[in-house]
């Protein structure tokens, strides 16, 4: 029998960070067609920041434990599921129950990790690089010898979507705060400084017929601006609202005001499109094809980094017992990339 236990981190209700609670526990046990993964890295994403102020739209009732996504050794597979994957490094986009030890996940969910990158390598790219690859490919479908505008170009999914971008040909604008600049200039990025430039006035500068996609998460007054910078033909992909953050009130009304917004610009007659991007469309309606996807984009982001078209930017690592330290570092603005929890 196994002689570790579980370690899991709980969020029980509207806390500062250091509210958050260890808990110890039993390993839990592999059900039919499951499998328990042996956390080795976790991450703390902009969705924790939200969920700790009960601001995630869809977030389940407190307590709960949680952590988007994970990577980790299989540990015990359950019955129906391959005996083979025990021992395999996977990883998983699980929105809840990441930050423990050790988390129970459907078989059906992982995605194998390639040999060569490391758990918190290819933790960085887990929820951050199927937003990234989904937003550019499927929604905004970028091509070649295109100019795009991400916000946020230093963040977590904006780090590696102008990597993804700049890989697959396209130029690319990037707002950040003047720390970042340099960065941004190695990869091939035009940097704009959110803070105190005129960003669509530079923009334009920059792309006099207009871009043909803009990256939004901030949501707000800046899905208005991203939408009139936009070339005919172009592309808003809109995947957050990043402003409301600290917000009282509605959690769903930020979101809903902008779907409003989509919406009405989609039944405009200018050739413009909008999205609203959402990693876990389509799951409730179309499970199989939805993993199907999810495998498929998180395998080709795999193989960006493994190529060194996307190098993963590990903000710190710290393990999960000192969670809190490590949401307050996330939300600091202060550091770029991602930081990572470790068991």
Do not use: C
Request: no cysteine; charged share 20%; aromatic share 6%.
């Amino acid at each position: 029998m196994n002689a570790e236990g579980l370690v899991e981190v709980v969020l029980p209700g509207k806390v500062e960070p250091e509210g958050l609670e260890i808990r110890h526990g039993a390993v839990p046990a592999a059900g039919p067609g499951q499998v328990v993964i042996r956390m080795e890295a976790t991450g703390v994403s902009f969705a924790e920041q939200q969920m700790r102020r009960g601001r995630y739209y869809d977030q389940p009732a407190f307590p709960f434990v949680p952590g988007y996504d994970l990577v980790g050794t299989v540990l015990t597979t359950g019955e129906g599921v391959e005996p083979a994957l025990v021992g395999t490094r996977v990883a998983a986009l699980v929105k809840v129950g990441g930050w423990a030890s050790h988390v129970l996940v459907d078989a059906a969910d992982v995605v194998p990790v390639p040999e060569g990158i490391g758990a918190a390598e290819a933790e960085t790219v887990v929820v951050n690089g199927i937003t990234a690859w989904q937003m550019l490919h499927r929604k905004a479908r970028i091509r070649a010898g295109q100019t795009i505008l991400v916000h946020g170009a230093n963040g977590g999914v904006g780090s590696v979507l102008v990597q993804l971008a700049r890989a697959a040909g396209v130029k690319v604008i990037g707002t950040a705060s003047a720390r970042h600049h340099d960065a941004l200039r190695e990869r091939g990025v035009i940097p704009v400084d959110y803070r105190t430039d005129d960003v669509a006035a530079r923009v334009r500068e920059l792309a006099p017929g207009g871009v043909d996609a803009v990256f939004d998460h901030v949501g707000g007054r800046s899905a208005v601006d991203s939408w009139h910078l936009l070339a005919p033909g172009g592309t808003l992909v809109s995947y957050g609202s990043a402003s409301t953050r600290d917000d009282e009130g509605s959690k769903q009304w930020p979101v809903l005001k902008l779907l409003g917004r989509v919406w009405l610009w989609n039944a405009l007659p200018n050739r413009r499109r909008a999205y609203f991007f959402n990693v876990w469309a389509g799951r409730a309606l179309a499970k199989d094809r939805f993993r199907a996807r999810l495998r498929a984009d998180l395998t080709e982001v795999f193989g960006a980094l493994q190529r060194g078209e996307a190098t993963p930017q590990i903000a710190a690592q710290l393990p999960l017992t000192r969670v809190a330290d490590a949401l307050r570092l996330a939300e600091s603005g202060t550091v770029a990339g991602k930081v990572v929890l470790n068991p």
